[in-house]
C-alpha cells in the first residue's frame, strides 16, 4: 500500500511538470499567431509553467524522502515482521522511477528556463 501512495505521489508529479511545460509551449505557439495582439506580460505564462514544474519535482523529493523515512519506521521493532522488508525489487522500482522523474523534472524545468533567458 505504501508503494501506491508513492506512486500516486509520482502520477501526481509527472502531471505537474507536464501541464508546466504544456503551458509554456501552449502560450509561447499562441504568442506566434497573427493577428494577436501582445500581452502586457509576456513572461507570465512561462514563470507559472516553471512554478508548476518545480512544485512537481518539489513534490516528487518530499514524498520520496517521506517514503523512505516510512520504509525506514516500519523495518524497526514490531513492525518489521508485517513492514515487507524483503520486497527490495517492488522499492527499487519505486526510487528508480522517482529518480528517473526528477530528472525529467530538473530537465524540463531547465529548459523552460533557458527557453525564457
Known amino acids: 500500500m505504501l508503494e501506491r501512495t508513492m506512486l500516486s505521489w509520482v502520477i501526481t508529479a509527472i502531471t505537474l511538470i507536464a501541464f508546466g511545460f504544456t503551458i509554456v509551449l501552449f502560450f509561447d505557439e499562441f504568442g506566434r499567431l497573427m493577428g494577436v ?3 502586457n506580460r509576456p513572461l507570465a505564462p ?3 509553467g516553471l512554478l508548476l514544474i518545480g512544485t512537481g519535482v518539489a513534490a516528487l523529493i518530499l ?5 523512505r523515512a516510512v520504509l525506514r519506521y516500519l523495518r524497526i521493532g514490531e513492525f518489521s515482521s508485517i513492514a515487507g522488508a524483503r520486497q527490495k ?3 527499487a522500482l519505486v526510487y528508480a ?5 526528477i530528472f525529467i ?4 524545468f ?3 528556463a533557458a527557453r525564457a533567458l
Do not use: C, E, M
Open 110 to 112: 531547465l529548459a523552460v
Open 89 to 91: 525489487p517492488a522499492q
Open 105 to 108: 523534472g530538473v530537465f524540463a
Open 63 to 67: 514524498s520520496g524522502w517521506r517514503y
Open 97 to 101: 522511477i522517482t529518480i528517473v522523474t
Open 46 to 48: 512561462t514563470y507559472f
Open 37 to 39: 495582439a501582445s500581452s
